[in-house]
């Protein structure tokens, strides 16, 4: 029997987190006897000292907020991919020790939107600036051939969000939140604010939406996601962005691939109920 083998997310706060339910039917797909997944409170102050403490039963682990950034100086290597929005959501502890970080979230952000059809957009507008528009930022660098509109609240984030174009290589406009509106007639619209955020949006969704990925996947759906249904738009939801970046992750961990849609609907299934 083989021995063994541990991975979990780790993050703050992390009761909420779906991981663990996405990795454990990606495992019990795969017959991975003897792999567990678990979720571990852990801040910044806290990180060193619990990697500290894994042993070589380790194969990796998934990491939210606040610990995207603060884990990089504690890694051995990271991908390309990772130091190009200096964010990491994934590490492999290799077979010679070495820890290695990675982020799924860019690539996971274009299979979702791929599984939706969409595989280049001439422009594209975002709703917020945050560490989820960065990676949205990453991610269109990939399919948009051209100007990215992202939609602030300030000054200082519309500042960083065009620095973060610069490094990217995307064309970034910033605009004010106030006319977010606007956002909405592009033919990909990028929702990366909390709940509630985009809510007084709704009202002014166009007769013929194009395509809205909404990173949020609980509550759901939000209020505009439903009047963009409503209207016949494509909706590419958090969920969708949530099982193809654990895929990508399983994946890295086990160096096999599970099935996207037995992991969607383990996810589906605990959403509701919640």
């Known amino acids: 029997m083989p021995a063994p083998r541990r991975a979990a997310v780790l993050g703050s706060p992390i009761a909420h987190s779906l991981s663990p339910v996405l990795h454990r039917a990606a495992y019990a797909q795969l017959g991975l006897e003897g792999w567990r997944y ?10 060193p000292g619990f990697l500290g403490t894994l042993g070589p039963e380790w194969a990796g682990l998934s990491l939210t907020m606040p610990l995207k950034r603060a884990v990089i100086p504690l890694l051995d290597e990271i991908s390309a991919t990772a130091a190009s929005v200096e964010a990491v959501n994934t590490v492999v502890f290799t077979e010679d020790g070495r820890r290695v970080g990675d982020n799924t979230d860019i690539p996971g952000m274009i299979a979702a939107l791929r599984e939706h059809g969409i595989e280049q957009v001439d422009s594209a507008a975002i709703l917020g600036a945050g560490a989820t528009a960065s990676s949205a930022l990453a991610a269109l660098a990939r399919i948009c051939t051209g100007e990215v509109v992202v939609y602030v609240r300030s000054a200082a984030r519309a500042a960083e969000m065009r620095q973060w174009g610069e490094r990217l290589d995307v064309e970034v406009r910033t605009a004010d939140w106030a006319d977010a509106a606007k956002a909405l007639r592009a033919p990909l619209v990028i929702a990366t604010t909390p709940t509630g955020a985009t809510d007084a949006l709704a009202a002014a969704v ?29 909706v590419v939801s958090g969920l969708d962005l949530l099982v193809h970046q654990a895929v990508l992750q399983v994946e890295q961990m086990t160096g096999r691939v599970p099935a996207l849609e037995a992991m969607r609907k383990a996810g589906e299934h605990a959403l509701d109920a919640r």
Request: avoid cysteine.
């Open 38 to 47: 678990d979720r571990f409170e852990i801040d910044e102050a806290a990180l």
């Open 206 to 234: 166009p007769e013929r939406p194009a395509t809205l990925f909404d990173v949020l996947y609980e509550p759901w759906p939000t209020e505009l996601a439903a009047r963009w249904s409503m209207f016949g738009g494509a």
